[in-house]
């Protein structure tokens, strides 16, 4: 007898109370998978069917947010008379002589693209050293240079051609050596004092009256003030007694000191980069051994008025555009083409020429064009700047393991460097002097490249042009004018004397 169940009553039961022992043995006959037998793997797993994990996770609700500008993560940018400022870096390295390392500094500023860099104990003080000065300032630079008072001193800045540079007057403070200067760019003003005081014990109570002095001048200053150089004190080292009385001066004039790593290869800080307390910030302070010198090299910004960059304007006609027959036609109705028969020499010169340069300038107008010049050497070579590749990258390498032998490599790689650079400059001017034999001017240009550091970056006045050649002409006309009076004046008074002994 068949027994029927609606779906309801199926659902209230959980278990098989209902069906016989018949019944469960059918459905589970029926409700039994059909596995198919194969011949792979063992005897494990042939007769079940493993379940595939599945991770279930509940479903989130997308809900879009309004994006809104965290003000923490913003810095508000200085403005100065209106204007946004920029990054004004500026590098500071105590060299320990430049005589030898010209080319090498040279090749570090033109890398680095700063705009000011300093440079103490130069031992710059004779006039031969102009050679090297000419040879350690790149095209678009200029210098100032405080000659050393004694033995092993020297304090130079180099600094952009479009960069105004004021030396102020040096107080007679004989236990440092400083150069005192206003640096102007377009829009702003600095004052900048490079310092540099000689390592002696006997000297440390001295230099702090003097220091006193020469903050006392400044302190009237309105300007923004920045002091760094080399101080041969161990400011890191607070239990040293003369660096304490340092920190104590920098906190009586409210000054603040910026360098917190070793400058030197022995350790300690020596080199200082000290402004007023939240007038000047000094951002991206980085200190860099790069074995120049026994120093670091130390690196920062400073958030002033960038200058601009240095343009030359070329004017130029387009002679390759030329149309021959309208030149021919424009010639023709001009002045020049009537009859000049009973004219003079004079006249018909003046006619031709402002013929001429009417048919020009109404053919080819005159052009101008702007260039902005870059720092750059002409010797430089492919060969140069692979080597310059390996030397930067050995550098890195001895950066991350800090292993001795990798600054050995490194070190290798910056003489090998060096050595191309004075080896390729050095085949440059050779072959330009020796191509400039026979002709006079160009010789002596190359040679006053090579001696004169201020060659070619002297310019005549741009005031009153149409006056120019009359100021020239009456200076020289004054000059032979002096020296002839002089002349004739030593002549009466040899006349004089020659009468007195015939007497």
């Given at each position: 007898m068949t027994r029927l169940y609606s779906k309801d009553q199926l659902l209230q039961y959980s278990t098989y109370d209902l069906l016989n022992k018949n019944q469960i043995q059918f459905l589970k006959y029926v409700t039994k998978p059909i596995i198919k037998r194969t011949r792979r793997g063992g005897t494990a797993g042939r007769k079940c069917?493993?379940?595939?994990?599945?991770?279930?996770?509940?479903?989130?609700?997308?809900?879009?947010?309004?994006?809104?500008?965290?003000?923490?993560?913003?810095?508000?940018?200085?403005?100065?008379?209106?204007?946004?400022?920029?990054?004004?870096?500026?590098?500071?390295?105590?060299?320990?002589?430049?005589?030898?390392?010209?080319?090498?500094?040279?090749?570090?500023?033109?890398?680095?693209?700063?705009?000011?860099?300093?440079?103490?104990?130069?031992?710059?003080?004779?006039?031969?050293?102009?050679?090297?000065?000419?040879?350690?300032?790149?095209?678009?630079?200029?210098?100032?240079?405080?000659?050393?008072?004694?033995r092993g001193g020297g304090v130079s800045l180099i600094y952009k051609s479009t960069i105004s540079v004021n030396v102020q007057k040096r107080l007679n403070l004989p236990s440092f050596e400083y150069l005192d200067s206003i640096v102007s760019t377009k829009h702003c003003k600095l004052r900048v004092v490079l310092v540099y005081r000689p390592p002696s014990k006997n000297q440390e109570s001295l230099f702090l009256d003097e220091f006193k002095a020469l903050l006392n001048s400044l302190s009237v200053s309105k300007l923004d003030l920045l002091i760094f150089g080399d101080f041969n004190c161990h400011v890191d080292n607070l239990s040293n007694p003369f660096a304490f009385s340092c920190k104590e001066v920098l906190d009586q004039y409210s000054l603040q000191q910026h360098v917190s790593l070793p400058t030197h290869q022995h350790g300690h800080t020596l080199d200082l980069v000290i402004t007023r307390d939240g007038e000047l910030p000094v951002r991206n302070l980085g200190i860099n051994n790069n074995l120049i010198s026994d120093h670091f090299l130390i690196s920062f910004n400073l958030y002033i008025d960038k200058?601009?960059?240095?343009?030359?304007?070329?004017?130029?006609?387009?002679?390759?555009?030329?149309?021959?027959?309208?030149?021919?036609?424009?010639?023709?109705?001009?002045?020049?083409?009537?009859?000049?028969?009973?004219?003079?020499?004079?006249?018909?010169?003046?006619?031709?020429?402002?013929?001429?340069?009417?048919?020009?300038?109404?053919?080819?107008?005159?052009?101008?064009?702007?260039?902005?010049?870059?720092?750059?050497?002409?010797?430089?070579?492919?060969?140069?700047?692979?080597?310059?590749?390996?030397?930067?990258?050995?550098?890195?390498?001895?950066?991350?393991?800090?292993?001795?032998?990798?600054?050995?490599?490194?070190?290798?790689?910056?003489?090998?460097?060096?050595?191309?650079?004075?080896?390729?400059?050095?085949?440059?001017?050779?072959?330009?002097i020796s191509n400039s034999t026979n002709q006079q001017?160009?010789?002596?240009?190359?040679?006053?490249?090579?001696?004169?550091?201020?060659?070619?970056?002297?310019?005549?006045?741009?005031?009153?042009?149409?006056?120019?050649p009359n100021r020239i002409a009456n200076f020289f006309s004054e000059k032979i004018s002096k020296i002839r009076n002089k002349r004739r004046h030593s002549t009466q008074i040899s006349t004089k004397i020659t009468d007195l002994y015939q007497i």
């Open positions: 069917r493993k379940a595939i994990p599945v991770r279930v996770s509940q479903m989130r609700n997308n809900v879009h947010t309004l994006r809104v500008v965290n003000h923490s993560n913003l810095t508000e940018p200085k403005i100065v008379n209106g204007r946004t400022t920029q990054k004004f870096k500026i590098l500071l390295l105590n060299a320990r002589s430049v005589n030898n390392k010209a080319s090498e500094l040279n090749d570090t500023l033109i890398d680095s693209e700063c705009h000011l860099f300093a440079i103490t104990e130069t031992w710059l003080g004779t006039v031969h050293d102009n050679v090297t000065l000419a040879s350690l300032v790149p095209s678009g630079y200029n210098f100032k240079n405080a000659t050393r008072l004694k200058p601009n960059l240095e343009k030359k304007t070329f004017e130029y006609r387009k002679f390759k555009t030329l149309d021959i027959e309208l030149f021919k036609r424009k010639l023709e109705e001009s002045s020049f083409s009537n009859s000049l028969d009973n004219a003079d020499v004079n006249t018909k010169v003046d006619i031709y020429n402002s013929s001429i340069k009417y048919v020009i300038e109404s053919v080819l107008p005159l052009q101008k064009t702007s260039v902005v010049l870059r720092p750059g050497s002409e010797w430089y070579n492919p060969d140069i700047d692979a080597a310059k590749k390996v030397r930067n990258s050995n550098e890195k390498t001895w950066r991350l393991t800090g292993l001795q032998v990798h600054k050995g490599i490194y070190n290798s790689a910056r003489l090998n460097v060096k050595s191309l650079i004075e080896s390729s400059k050095r085949a440059f001017y050779s072959d330009k001017k160009d010789l002596y240009k190359v040679i006053n490249t090579l001696l004169d550091p201020n060659y070619g970056k002297t310019t005549l006045p741009t005031e009153n042009c149409a006056d120019l």
